[in-house]
């Protein structure tokens, strides 16, 4: 036996599990702190009633004969992918059938695991910094990286690749740095694809987040995405699922992708679980919608009071609007596993080091809106009282 | 933009898909009829009560903020790892490290994805007749595949792999043929993979179905076993969990993957359900404990039933005993997809071709014991009755 020697290569741990293991660290050593989470996106706030009173019933079906059921379709129950069409796409015009839409237990593993349809020859081009996942199954699998800076200068709007790019991977709203495209901005990648016989693998894992109208809520709003582009969602930020685990992946028929996914998927997953699936439906009852939005509107104002707190303490911040991240740059060129220790350190603040999500990322890290709100506010404070109790680093007010 | 063309060799449609999808073809076509399944391996017993109060209880953690939690660790909760180790090795005299059990959403994702720990050139031996999951996850991966045939005049106990397998998939318990191995022939198998720098992919999402002492539960309990192998486990067929989503694997650290498999899982792998996870905890509790340990035994008595009454009826049949599958001979020598097509049509008994399995399985039908018991009992007569109306086919009664 050989190992697949591609891991070698890969950073020794995962970004969100090297923060995890430093924060538990911290704790063991600093029993006494509290640690203010900022790191992780990870939500706060409790499921709403309506999707608890959902799950208890699905709870209840699996203790009864005459309700009890096993394994469901590997690609989901019929009642929940007509619900995601009916509420998620056909209100955005678009026209999809059932068969093109897969329930999983989240996005993350769709994301990685997309990588196996492709011939492993193909190129991948990555938004730099992005979502350390792309990058890191890509290296697993071998492929060749294209990597797309995101820096201040082009205001984080990458440019399409110059060289050809097989796969291409972009998440908008951007995770980590907020940025979102418009309508007419997004149509030159879809027409790239088109063009270059590429295919667009689409995180929207953060449409809910999008207030303005010019921006796309889906990639298929564009014409001719439905040939180029596979769109992965999840209810993890929109609805609180990260415990709950459930998402879905879109992939057309006309993607020519749909028949290997659907073949990849009865071989490899065996279905979401039927409590998760029931939560999911339960998400698209007008309760149920009623409370989501209103955590939905929380992380909103929560990312607002962040971004608008750092910039009065003299913070360079982008993101926080269309987005639940802060993207913000480190004091006095500080690098970002610098800042990030010092934030752990003397503010007992976790933030996520910008470098994680790629090179262009190195001078930044990203705050997360889903804390709680006094937490957040709290933050805000130990930071600024941070920076007067040691001296050595400080914001650069004169930027 | 390329596909990966090694999807192109494979057969159409998973076989269990193909299944449900004759099953419902079936059911559109004749709504009046009912259809007793003895096909896919689901479970049809309610949960225990104990099990579904700790789901009910993680449901109601998520619903308040000062019990809801978001992500949990990717490889899965520390006291769900400690109750594996403690209730399931421990007894069997196996040590093991928290940080080699990982538990996952289910043990048929864990199978295709520890493909992606080797290299893409390593070939795997594959028992032939075996879940088809193994063969068609190799065959995605491009890999060379050795068949190990399993046949009535072997016993189906297999042969060692006649030239290098680098990697060897056994399941045993056996599905579908429900062969078990002896201590001693284990022991050969792991001692093969010590002297070949193999390595083993331990199935054992049956060893509860074992009954018989000298049938070791876990491959951990032979000689030098931690060095080769990583085990992979199930509560879907031990606790009744295909709906609820819970399985585990255990990569040892003296294999040098464990390290590999918690940086593939920390990519692309967000963590298992709370709700299933804890519902995975009730297990060892002694009600959890006491109820999966009542419903394991009406399925075992369930395949002795369905084994003996197709004996009775002049079948040859194989398993039943330490397995929840009965391999079963088909009649004058049809093929298993003709049995198949006279079960469903003429009984309307939905089993499940054994040339499915591989090429071996040939002129095999499976028949799984998680039916209801009247199930089983009425498809015994249906099958009865099924030969004395149609005479073109039946048993023959002279073997």
């Not at 799950?55 to 309700?67: G, P």
């Not at 999983?104 to 990588?115: I, V």
């Not at 998440?171 to 980590?176: E, G």
């Not at 889903?370 to 933050?379: G, V």
């Amino acid at each position: 036996m050989n190992r697949n020697t591609n891991f070698d290569i890969l950073p020794d741990r995962y970004l969100f599990k090297e923060i995890a293991i430093r924060a538990s660290l911290y704790k063991e050593q600093h029993p006494d702190q509290r640690l203010l989470r900022m790191g992780v996106g990870d939500v706060s706030l409790p499921l709403p009633p309506a999707i608890i009173e959902a799950m208890h019933r699905a709870v209840e079906d699996l203790a009864y004969s005459n309700t009890f059921r096993g394994y469901g379709p590997e690609e989901g129950y019929e009642w929940l992918r007509q619900a995601v069409i009916d509420n998620e796409y056909t209100p955005l015009g678009i026209s999809l059938d059932i068969d093109e839409v897969f329930i999983s237990e989240g996005a993350g593993s769709d994301l990685g695991n997309l990588s196996e349809l492709f011939d492993s020859k193909n190129s991948v081009a990555i938004l730099d910094p992005s979502y350390p996942a792309y990058m890191d199954s890509s290296m697993m699998a071998g492929r060749k990286i294209i990597p797309l800076p995101c820096t201040i200068e082009n205001g984080f709007v990458p440019d399409l690749p110059r060289q050809k790019a097989d796969i291409i991977y972009l998440c908008l709203p951007n995770n980590p740095t907020g940025t979102v495209l418009r309508r007419a901005e997004l149509q030159r990648w879809v027409d790239y694809a088109i063009d270059n016989h590429s295919i667009i693998i689409f995180d929207a894992a953060y449409e809910a987040y999008i207030e303005e109208d010019d921006v796309p809520h889906s990639i298929y709003e564009l014409d001719g995405a439905q040939k180029v582009a596979i769109e992965v969602r999840s209810f993890s930020k929109s609805a609180g699922f990260t415990a709950v685990r459930c998402g879905y992946t879109v992939v057309p028929k006309e993607t020519g992708l749909q028949a290997m996914w659907m073949r990849r998927q009865c071989t490899k997953y065996n279905g979401t679980s039927y409590v998760a699936q029931r939560a999911a439906m339960a998400t698209f009852t007008p309760a149920g919608k009623r409370g989501i939005n209103a955590n939905l509107a929380y992380y909103k104002r929560t990312a607002l009071i962040i971004a608008g707190g750092l910039t009065a303490l003299g913070y360079e911040v982008y993101g926080g609007e269309n987005a639940p991240y802060i993207w913000c740059k480190t004091p006095d060129n500080m690098t970002s596993w610098d800042f990030f220790d010092f934030l752990l350190n003397e503010c007992q603040v976790l933030c996520t080091p910008g470098v994680g999500f790629g090179p262009s990322g190195e001078g930044f890290v990203r705050f997360s809106a889903f804390s709680q709100r006094e937490d957040s506010e709290e933050a805000l404070l130990r930071i600024k009282n941070g920076f007067r109790e040691t001296l050595c680093v400080r914001p650069n007010l004169s930027r």
